[in-house]
């Protein structure tokens, strides 16, 4: 292979890669925090009833995630069983049996989350992490190329 060519794949392909990688990340999250904003906003409300908690131990963060498994009825009929991760603070106030309100879309109500204080700051910090990560991450490969091209010279 011709050094040139190989030189070019090694100092371009790597930092195209991640920003690909950076760019699907900031649209899934933007796409997240949209359509989660219009079921908020424009979407429709049923009450649930929560089924099951749980505690889910997180072994690579070393933290616990929060579940309920939650029924509710969008149409005559019809039910819906969905399980979220919620914040501790919720979680810990919720009994099984208990009321909840659950935002979901008319047309797909298979695509629901349950209302409650501090939904849209989740929101949110989803979108602020893709945004994060889709500026660090770059940063940071860029920089270990750059460790490992400098070694790589000085052998």
């Not at 649209?27 to 904003?37: A, D, H, K, Q, S």
């Not at 509710?72 to 919620?86: D, M, Q």
Request: positive net charge.
């Amino acid at each position: 292979m011709n050094e040139r060519f190989r030189s070019v794949i090694l100092r371009y392909v790597p930092a195209a890669s991640s920003l690909i990688v950076c760019a699907l990340f900031l649209f899934f999250g933007l796409r997240n925090y949209v359509t989660e904003t219009e079921i908020l906003n424009h979407g429709s409300r049923a009450t649930g009833i929560i089924v099951n908690k749980q505690v889910v131990a997180n072994v690579a963060s070393g933290s616990n995630e929060y579940m309920v498994t939650y029924n509710f009825s969008p149409r005559n009929g019809e039910l819906l069983t969905n399980k979220v991760n919620i914040p501790w603070s919720l979680w810990k106030e919720l009994q099984i049996g208990t009321s909840i309100e659950v935002a979901f879309d008319p047309t797909y109500p298979a695509k629901n989350f349950p209302v409650y204080a501090g939904i849209a700051e989740d929101v949110v910090g989803s979108l602020i992490i893709s945004v994060i990560f889709t500026v660090v991450f770059p940063v940071v490969i860029f920089y270990v190329l750059r460790i490992l091209r400098l070694k790589r010279t000085e052998l």
